[in-house]
């Protein structure tokens, strides 16, 4: 041992010149053999496949970086779910349907000066209390409404008097200037049968040419209610409003329809108006109070004719005319023009909205802002009659089965 502690101090006493080269080649010597080296104890890194799985039976796990998945959809919270609809159970598993029909009344209404005749325009929803069998209804629209007619011209033609005929034919002819050519007439005439002369057309020269054709009579009989009846099935038909122009003396012979049949089927048809002429004015102005008995009997059949021709337009919401002069009928069809292309349509839900069938009784007042009845007056400050014009009534819709 002391010789080997020598040898190392005998070394250390080499010169200072020996000692510093000695150090520089230790320096340029150490890089190249430390890259060349690999130190034992660190083992040599492995390389795993993140997609391939391991054949531990243990779970896997990754020591390398932490990655932080982007926060699905599904994370945020749901939007509350709606509420469960109600369950009910139905015998049997039956289903049920409930309809509900909410009736509507249009009701067509003429406001007349008792005096002129004229048309009274103007007039608003509140100005109109509708009475249905006594219970006043609330009016919830009214609109004025000129359109075209349609309209059947029911004439009698029975060889019974020249006088009456030629009456029926001026009456006719003076309705027939006043269409338009947008109007749809029908002619129709009766005597022992009805007769229908022509369909509803617009043509003008077909409706004179049946008029023109009415020269002849066959019987004398007087069916006026059967035609009426026939007429008011025809018309039912058709769809909107229609007009009956009756021109006749009213008296009727021998129908199989009687008097109360007729007015029952004047209920029953809704959208016809009827308005009548009555003829033989002068004839029976020359006549009546004279002939004793037999005139006495004619003439009471003649005040029955009037009051049926009367009741027919008072139902439907017409006008019944008497003219006595043939001077009178240009005013008397420019009244019936003024009526049917000129009037009021109201509009309410009737208060009794049972689908029974039942006929409704209508009545039609004029009232002012207060509710008190409606006062018209001239330019003179004088008071005016009207007269409202509207059906009595109507059939409620039947209950669907």
Same mark, same amino acid.
């Given at each position: 041992?002391?010789?080997?502690?020598?040898?190392?101090?005998?070394?250390?006493?080499?010169?200072?010149?020996?000692?510093?080269?000695?150090?520089?080649?230790?320096?340029?010597?150490?890089?190249?053999a430390?890259?060349?080296?690999?130190?034992?104890?660190?083992?040599?890194?492995?390389? =795993?496949?993140?997609?391939?799985?391991?054949?531990?039976? +243990?779970?896997?796990t990754?020591s390398?970086t932490?990655?932080?998945?982007k926060?699905?959809?599904?994370? #945020?919270?749901?939007?509350?779910?709606?509420?469960?609809?109600?369950? @009910?159970?139905?015998?049997?598993?039956?289903?049920?349907?409930?309809?509900?029909? @909410?009736?509507?009344?249009?009701?067509?209404?003429?406001?007349?000066?008792?005096?002129?005749?004229?048309f009274?325009?103007?007039?608003?929803?509140?100005?109109?209390?509708?009475? #249905?069998? +006594? @219970?006043?209804?609330?009016?919830?629209?009214?609109h004025m409404?000129?359109?075209?007619?349609?309209?059947?011209?029911?004439?009698?033609?029975?060889?019974?008097?020249?006088?009456?005929?030629?009456?029926? =034919?001026?009456?006719?002819?003076?309705?027939?200037?006043?269409?338009?050519?947008d109007?749809?007439?029908?002619?129709?005439?009766?005597?022992?049968? &009805?007769?229908?002369? &022509?369909?509803?057309? %617009?043509?003008?020269?077909?409706i004179?040419s049946?008029? +023109?054709?009415?020269?002849?009579?066959?019987?004398?009989? /007087?069916?006026?209610?059967?035609?009426?009846?026939?007429?008011?099935?025809?018309?039912?038909?058709?769809?909107?409003?229609?007009?009956?122009?009756?021109?006749?003396? !009213?008296?009727?012979t021998?129908?199989?329809?009687?008097?109360?049949?007729?007015l029952?089927?004047?209920?029953?048809?809704? %959208?016809?108006?009827?308005? /009548?002429?009555?003829?033989?004015?002068?004839?029976r102005?020359?006549? #009546?109070?004279?002939?004793?008995? +037999?005139?006495?009997?004619?003439?009471? %059949?003649y005040?029955?004719?009037?009051?049926?021709?009367?009741?027919?337009?008072?139902?439907?919401? !017409?006008?019944?005319?008497?003219?006595?002069?043939?001077?009178?009928?240009?005013?008397?069809?420019? /009244?019936?023009?003024?009526?049917?292309?000129?009037?009021?349509?109201?509009?309410?839900?009737p208060? %009794?909205?049972?689908?029974?069938?039942?006929?409704?009784?209508?009545?039609?007042l004029?009232?002012?802002?207060?509710?008190?009845?409606?006062?018209?007056?001239?330019?003179?400050?004088?008071?005016?009659?009207?007269?409202?014009?509207?059906?009595?009534?109507?059939?409620?819709?039947?209950?669907?089965?």
């Amino acid at each position: 041992m002391m010789t080997h502690r020598s040898r190392r101090f005998s070394a250390s006493r080499k010169p200072a010149s020996a000692l510093f080269l000695l150090i520089l080649a230790s320096l340029i010597a150490l890089p190249s053999a430390h890259g060349q080296t690999t130190p034992a104890t660190q083992p040599p890194a492995q390389q =795993q496949k993140p997609d391939q799985p391991s054949d531990s039976a +243990g779970p896997e796990t990754d020591s390398g970086t932490i990655v932080l998945k982007k926060k699905k959809e599904a994370d #945020e919270p749901p939007p509350p779910a709606a509420p469960a609809e109600p369950k @009910v159970k139905n015998p049997n598993n039956e289903t049920y349907s409930l309809r509900v029909d @909410v009736p509507i009344v249009n009701l067509d209404v003429n406001v007349i000066l008792d005096k002129t005749h004229q048309f009274v325009p103007g007039l608003k929803a509140p100005n109109f209390l509708v009475l #249905e069998d +006594g @219970v006043p209804q609330t009016v919830t629209s009214v609109h004025m409404a000129q359109t075209p007619i349609t309209a059947v011209m029911l004439l009698e033609f029975a060889a019974n008097s020249y006088y009456f005929i030629n009456d029926m =034919q001026n009456a006719s002819f003076t309705f027939f200037n006043t269409l338009r050519k947008d109007d749809y007439v029908a002619v129709v005439t009766y005597d022992l049968r &009805t007769h229908i002369l &022509t369909d509803f057309t %617009n043509d003008k020269n077909v409706i004179g040419s049946a008029l +023109g054709s009415l020269i002849i009579p066959g019987f004398s009989d /007087t069916n006026l209610f059967d035609a009426l009846y026939e007429t008011l099935d025809r018309t039912s038909r058709i769809e909107g409003r229609k007009y009956i122009i009756l021109i006749g003396t !009213g008296r009727d012979t021998f129908s199989k329809i009687t008097l109360d049949k007729i007015l029952a089927k004047i209920k029953a048809t809704p %959208n016809v108006t009827i308005f /009548t002429i009555s003829t033989g004015g002068m004839v029976r102005e020359m006549t #009546e109070g004279h002939g004793g008995m +037999g005139g006495a009997i004619r003439d009471l %059949n003649y005040l029955q004719a009037d009051n049926q021709m009367q009741t027919f337009a008072r139902m439907t919401g !017409g006008m019944s005319f008497k003219p006595v002069f043939q001077g009178a009928l240009p005013d008397v069809f420019g /009244t019936i023009n003024d009526s049917i292309r000129n009037q009021y349509v109201l509009t309410y839900r009737p208060t %009794n909205n049972k689908n029974d069938g039942s006929y409704r009784k209508i009545k039609v007042l004029l009232v002012d802002n207060e509710g008190h009845p409606l006062q018209m007056q001239d330019e003179k400050h004088k008071p005016l009659k009207y007269s409202v014009i509207a059906r009595d009534g109507y059939n409620a819709k039947q209950a669907v089965e």
